[in-house]
T-cell receptor, first 112, second 108 residues
Framework: DSGVTQTPKHLITATGQRVTLRCSPR?????VYWYQQSLDQGLQFLIQ???????AKGNILERFSAQQFPDLHSELNLSSLELGDSALYFC???????????FGAGTRLSVL | QQPVQSPQAVILREGEDAVINCSSS?????VHWYRQKHGEAPVFLMI?????EQKGHEKISASFNEKKQQSSLYLTASQLSYSGTYFC?????????FGAGTRLTVKP
């Protein structure tokens, strides 16, 4: 158990819909990272937050947004969903830049 | 820009050694190595920081050539449990990028 909690584990929805993925980092970790992993593909970095502020942005679509709350949990919002958004979404947390990232179990999103 | 990993795949017999390479075209702050088994989350193996600091598991070794922005992961005396996909992640000033992965299969 990495100590990073992601909910829900599975999500099935339809095209055009909006979903919210939630991540609770390990106790004491200030950084949260979001990644997308399509079937048998590598990890695509989406966005990073540190202590409530956006720190870095990767290949995140405009239809996607995220935030980190004062209690350090983070949410990834995906809207106007398309079939191609079906993927595993991982959240990872670390104490700071250059530190070990601990990954949650992921949320598997299926867009039908 | 995504780091480049090589080889893409490797098959070993138990007890054999392997080296996985990772190179980046950008100046790096750190290099991370993770292993992922099918359908599971990536698991931390090693992190190498600019300046020489390393954090990792005892049985794993790796190197980081800061001048060339290259890192190598050394797997010795492989075990069946080493099978999985190995990803290198490179951390720059403002982002984190992962390579496409190296699929390692260890056979009895």
């Amino acid at each position: 158990d990495s100590g990073v909690t992601q909910t829900p584990k599975h999500l099935i929805t339809a095209t055009g819909q909006r979903v919210t993925l939630r991540c609770s980092p390990r106790s004491g970790d200030l950084s949260v990272y979001w990644y997308q992993q399509s079937l048998d593909q590598g990890l695509q970095f989406l966005i990073q937050y540190y202590n409530g502020e956006e720190r870095a942005k990767g290949n995140i679509l405009e239809r996607f947004s995220a935030q980190q709350f004062p209690d350090l949990h983070s949410e990834l919002n995906l809207s106007s969903l398309e079939l191609g958004d079906s993927a595993l979404y991982f959240c990872a947390s670390s104490v700071a830049k250059g530190d070990i990232q601990y990954f949650g179990a992921g949320t598997r999103l299926s867009v039908l | 820009q995504q780091p480049v990993q090589s080889p893409q795949a490797v098959i070993l017999r138990e007890g054999e050694d392997a080296v996985i390479n990772c190179s980046s075209s950008k100046a790096l702050y750190s290099v991370h190595w993770y292993r992922q088994k099918h359908g599971e989350a990536p698991v931390f193996l090693m992190i190498l920081l600019k300046g020489g600091e390393q954090k990792g598991h005892e049985k794993i070794s790796a190197s980081f050539n800061e001048k060339k922005q290259q890192s190598s992961l050394y797997l010795t005396a492989s075990q069946l449990s080493y099978s999985g996909t190995y990803f290198c992640g490179t951390e720059g000033n403002n982002d984190m990028r992962f390579g496409a992965g190296t699929r390692l299969t260890v056979k009895p």
